[in-house]
């Protein structure tokens, strides 16, 4: 195992089974799924942090505009490390990204992955319903990211780390914002989606829509919670994880 700057890896515990690729929501780099609990992974289970352009580890680079080049970079350092069983799980921009490379994969003719998780992110045929926010001026910015809840106050009051944190921002809402679906064969994985009952800005039906983007099995829960709830509830991992259960079992048996 070989892992390049594009990604942050948590070795299983166990003989892996399973590598999971997480994609995470906008501005965040990989240390935003430090927050689970080894204990709430399984033992099996590798996780590949992805870890974009402009942040973290990567702040000297710069972060990318539009999804199509960011699909195609990635699809690049990622392409050697598909040997094994593999699942893809993003949150918010992160299920855009993890769809979209899951397509690519596909069109590649490449072994896609076992299994796409989501959430928090409309379907992507629906577009976003909110207002654009990558080009408004700092200030109104700053107080659309308060609302999201999902930038903490310290960080949005310091003007000297917002001033560092702001580029990746900004070209991560516009990554989302300008992303136009093409439409395109069915993935033949299944979908599992994850959404907040009080996120205010993704419905669930809007979330039901990823049904017609698989020919395969299709879940859809609902959780207790606003647009961050993956960070919030201790019951979403064991929620996530028991989705690829039956795969870890057939990786096992192979």
């Avoid at 080049?69 to 690049?76: I, M, R, S």
């Avoid at 903490?152 to 136009?180: T, W």
């Avoid at 017609?212 to 959780?223: P, V």
């Avoid at 961050?228 to 048996?253: C, N, T, Y």
């Amino acid at each position: 195992m070989v892992a390049n700057k594009w990604f942050s890896v948590r070795p299983a515990r166990a003989v892996p089974a399973l590598r999971l690729f997480c994609f995470p929501h906008v501005g965040a780099g990989a240390s935003a799924f430090n927050l689970w609990r080894p204990a709430w992974v399984p033992d099996n289970i590798e996780l590949w942090t992805v870890r974009l352009p402009g942040r973290e580890q990567r702040l000297s680079e710069k972060p990318f505009h539009r999804m199509g080049p960011l699909v195609e970079a990635l699809y690049e350092a990622m392409a050697t490390e598909l040997s094994r069983p593999y699942a893809f799980y993003g949150h918010s921009l992160g299920s855009l990204v993890a769809f979209e490379m899951a397509r690519k994969i596909q069109r590649q003719g490449g072994q896609g992955p076992i299994h796409l998780l989501v959430s928090a992110h409309p379907a992507p045929q629906v577009g976003s319903c909110r207002e654009v926010l990558h080009n408004l001026p700092d200030k109104e910015f700053v107080e659309a990211l308060r609302r999201f809840a999902g930038t903490p106050d310290e960080a949005l009051e310091n003007e000297d780390l917002m001033s560092i944190m702001m580029v990746a921002l900004r070209a991560d809402f516009e990554v989302d914002e300008m992303y136009s679906y093409e439409e395109g064969p069915p993935l033949g994985c299944p979908i599992s989606v994850f959404g907040g009952i009080d996120d205010a800005d993704v419905s669930q039906a809007n979330l039901a829509a990823w049904k017609t983007l698989t020919s395969q099995e299709f879940n859809l829960q609902m959780m207790e919670g606003d647009h961050f709830f993956i960070f919030r509830s201790p019951d979403f991992p064991r929620r996530l994880f028991q989705e690829l259960k039956g795969h870890q079992q057939e990786a096992i048996g192979r």
